[in-house]
């Protein structure tokens, strides 16, 4: 989800301010500790709809403080957040950090890749301890969508241990294979031909 769609969906709602827009887009998420968006993120995003024409200043309140700008959406972000409903949303399952780092850690030998898997198996568990301890702190009379996220996020992180027993089972297999390699390339200018 980008922060972006957040804001356009919370504007939908009803117009906010920017620290109220932080607050709701902490709330839907379930808390900080799981998606850490920094207040200037927000007002950075928020000037960047505006920009586009998504959301517009409704009004500056005072409410006894320092000035608070209010955002409503606009048509073209009405129309902009419903693309964003009718779309899929794509996953990175791809871009992995810990699987470059298993990759490298046979092709350099600057590490044992088994340990490598075991630390990173204990990581899980405790992510897996962690987000458990949490999911169970909800009431899912009042709070089952907040439930289904962090179940999510918990079958996420099994699959992922149940990825490294196998990674593990073979990883004598895969240092028997040859790492991936890039195609080399010619570099220079071609050669030119010579005419007789």
Not at 135 to 148: C, G, M, S, Y
């Amino acid at each position: 989800m980008s922060v972006r769609n957040a804001l356009l969906g919370l504007l939908a709602q009803r117009p906010r301010h920017g620290y109220e827009l932080h607050a709701a887009f902490e709330a839907v998420v379930g808390g900080e500790e799981n998606w850490d968006v920094k207040p200037s993120q927000i007002y950075t995003t928020l000037a960047r709809l505006q920009e586009s024409g998504l959301v517009e200043e409704e009004s500056v309140g005072q409410g006894g403080g320092p000035e608070k700008r209010i955002y409503a959406i606009t048509r073209a972000g009405r129309h902009a957040l419903v693309e964003w409903f009718s779309s899929g949303v794509a996953r990175e399952h791809q871009r992995d950090e810990f699987f470059i780092k298993l990759i490298l850690s046979l092709a350099t030998g600057e590490a044992n890749p088994r340990k490598v898997i075991q630390t990173q198996r204990a990581k899980l568990y405790q992510d897996l301890h962690d987000m458990t301890a949490q999911r169970n702190h909800f009431d899912p009379k009042t709070e089952l969508a907040q439930i289904f996220l962090f179940d999510k996020a918990i079958m996420h992180l099994e699959a992922d241990l149940r990825w490294l027993d196998m990674i593990e089972s073979r990883i004598d297999e895969v240092k028997r294979q040859p790492l991936p390699e890039p195609e080399v390339k010619p570099r220079g200018r071609p050669k030119k031909e010579v005419r007789s």
